[in-house]
């Protein structure tokens, strides 16, 4: 039972930090006013932690060395003490305290239900490896959603069918449904960045402001998850046509070299290789500065949107070593 109860919360929780890690919107208070706020865990670090009410609306709570964080007492009334590190994800609970400059609540009082503190203790421990599974397996999640209506139930009986159960099943679906989201966006990429740098005639060495280019992107691709790298070659229309096919590739796979044997970029995030030649010119071939550009590389960092939140394309950044031959 405790096991069945574990893995709902566990999908609760995953389901709310996929959300909160969204454009979810947060509330701003008023420096020294008084707040009281009630609601659930969805985000949690060292010496804070933040907590969505009824509506939908976000408060960042600081927590500090005077702050006062007990279980609800009982008939007898009183309670037991709780350190910072027991507040977890998905606890539901009521916070007082006054704003602070920063528009966060800072809390002097932090009191929770014994039951849904023994319950958000039970699925902590769960809740990171089914995270790190969340972004390996789409299985996981199906399974997750097949038993929605059974552990909703249980979920129920076990919380004695309090409203806060009913909430917190609610937010169990919409999690599920969003980690579907997230897991069908794995293998949709997105163009993060386009990189030019440009070659003389016919040679397929690199410049140093074409690899202080390359430094740049392999550092960019250093900060994501679930990057790829694609690199295309081309050429200007001077020469045998065939000769330039080889000449294009040669340039591509320069660049190639230079993010692997330079900046260590393992081979599987090199996603796509090609000299085009003489084709796709960007500038008219007629002309020395139309060739000059047409002599180039182009080096597209591309980011899975489901492992990537917030992507976005940015401007091209073109690197010209002094091609005027």
């Known amino acids: 039972m405790l096991k069945k109860i574990s893995v709902l919360f566990a999908a609760l929780i995953i389901g709310v930090s996929s959300v ?10 008023t420096s020294g006013q008084k707040y009281k706020i009630k609601g659930v865990v969805v985000s949690k670090d060292d010496s804070s932690f933040t907590v969505r009410d009824a509506v939908g609306v976000d408060t960042n709570v600081v927590v500090g060395s005077n702050t006062s964080i007990k279980t609800k007492g009982g008939f007898f009334g009183g309670g037991d003490a709780v350190a910072t590190n027991g507040i977890t994800r998905g606890l539901s609970l009521e916070v007082e305290g006054r704003g602070d400059t920063s528009g966060a609540l800072a809390a002097t009082k932090v009191r929770f239900g014994k039951d849904d503190f023994r319950v958000a203790q039970s699925i902590d421990s769960r809740v990171a490896p089914a995270e790190d599974r969340l972004t390996q397996s789409e299985q996981n999640a199906q399974r997750i959603s097949g038993q929605i209506d059974e552990l909703l139930a249980i979920s129920n009986a076990t919380r004695g069918g309090a409203k806060a159960a009913q909430d917190s099943a609610d ?7 969003a980690t579907n989201q ?3 966006s794995l293998d949709d990429y997105v163009v993060q ?3 030019t740098v440009n070659f003389k005639v016919a040679s397929a060495i690199l410049s140093p402001e074409a690899k202080t280019s390359l430094d740049q992107v392999a550092q960019a691709a250093m900060t994501m998850k679930g990057y790829t790298i694609e690199i295309t070659g081309f050429a200007s229309a001077d020469g045998d046509e065939k000769k330039n096919k080889v000449l294009s590739q040669k340039r591509a796979q320069a660049v190639i070299d230079y993010l692997v044997e330079t900046h260590n970029v393992p081979l599987r995030r090199i996603g796509t290789s090609y000299g085009f030649g ?3 010119s960007v500038a008219d071939n007629t002309t020395l500065e139309g060739r000059n550009q047409n002599r180039r590389v182009e080096v597209k960092l591309l980011a899975s949107r489901g492992l990537n939140q917030n992507v976005e394309v940015r401007k ?3 690197t010209d ?3 005027d031959q």
């Open 20 to 29: 909160f890690a969204q454009d979810a919107q947060v509330r701003s208070l």
């Open 171 to 177: 937010a169990a679906i919409a999690g599920v449904n």
């Open 182 to 184: 997230r897991i069908s």
């Open 193 to 195: 960045s386009t990189s």
């Open 278 to 280: 003489e084709l796709q």
């Open 316 to 318: 091209d950044a073109t």
């Open 321 to 323: 070593p002094s091609t």
